[in-house]
């Protein structure tokens, strides 16, 4: 059982460059979200998703793009990177409700933007 | 807008001292509470959680956290620290019943815990 696989675990872009964050889960989890953590910020809110077709904007959606067209997956797309997307990207999932439930993390990804 | 404040950023303590961190969330209606620990270099993992009825919540590793109503508190205890237990610890609160939002955890900015061996 995988939990919540993110990849890359690491990405250097250059301003301008666009990428996808990937993440999947196997837990058959309705909910899916992408957390940004910085440091002395805490995590924010960028997108999520309670369920396959459904999306929803989060606290800091601008300059990424979600989809959800399986349970499974649900990738994190930078149009356009910028020097201020520099951060740690988490991925977390949850059954439904899920504040029962908490959420499980994926490792996170490392993105430096140059 | 509603926040979580976690007014410890870093704490250092020595072995076998007893740990206590803040966390106060700002909404009046009902909420879940949850405690994630953040080891060095790893995800978020989840020590405990607040739902309903004792608010008194035993979660993994020794720890427990407090719910008390009145005070907006659920503020995080161990009565002696390892030094394994070194790591981030964030709070998250979810205010159930909030709009289109319902669900999504709000995190406050987390206490880094240094223990000294």
């Known amino acids: 059982n995988a939990g919540v696989t993110q990849t890359p675990k690491f990405q250097v872009l250059k301003t301008g460059q666009s990428m996808t964050l990937q993440c999947a889960q196997d837990?058959?989890?309705?909910?899916m979200s992408w957390y940004r953590q910085d440091p002395g910020m805490g995590l924010r809110l960028i997108h999520y998703s309670v369920g396959a077709g459904i999306t929803d904007q989060g606290e800091v959606p601008n300059g990424y793009n979600v989809s959800r067209s399986t349970t499974e997956d649900f990738p994190l797309r930078l149009l356009s990177a910028a020097p201020s997307q520099t951060s740690v990207y988490f991925c977390?999932?949850?059954?439904?409700?899920?504040?029962?439930?908490?959420?499980?993390f994926g490792s996170g990804t490392r993105l430096t933007v140059v | 807008a509603q926040s979580v404040s976690q007014h410890n950023h870093h704490v250092i303590l020595s072995e076998a001292a007893s740990l206590e961190l803040g966390c106060n969330y700002s909404?009046?209606?009902?909420?879940?509470l949850f405690w994630y620990v953040q080891y060095p270099g790893q995800h978020l993992q989840l020590l405990l959680k607040y739902f309903s009825g004792d608010p008194l919540v035993k979660g993994i590793k020794g720890f427990e956290a407090e719910f008390i109503k009145s005070k907006f508190s659920f503020n995080l205890r161990k009565p002696s620290v390892q030094w394994s237990d070194t790591a981030e610890y964030f709070c998250?609160?979810?205010?159930?019943?909030?709009?289109?939002?319902?669900?999504?955890?709000?995190f406050g900015n987390g206490t880094k815990l240094s223990v000294k061996p």
């Open positions: 977390a999932s949850s059954y439904s409700p899920q504040y029962l439930y908490g959420y499980t």
């Open positions: 909404y009046g209606g009902t909420v879940n």
């Open positions: 998250a609160v979810n205010p159930r019943n909030y709009g289109g939002s319902q669900g999504n955890l709000i």
């Open positions: 837990m058959n989890h309705e909910y």
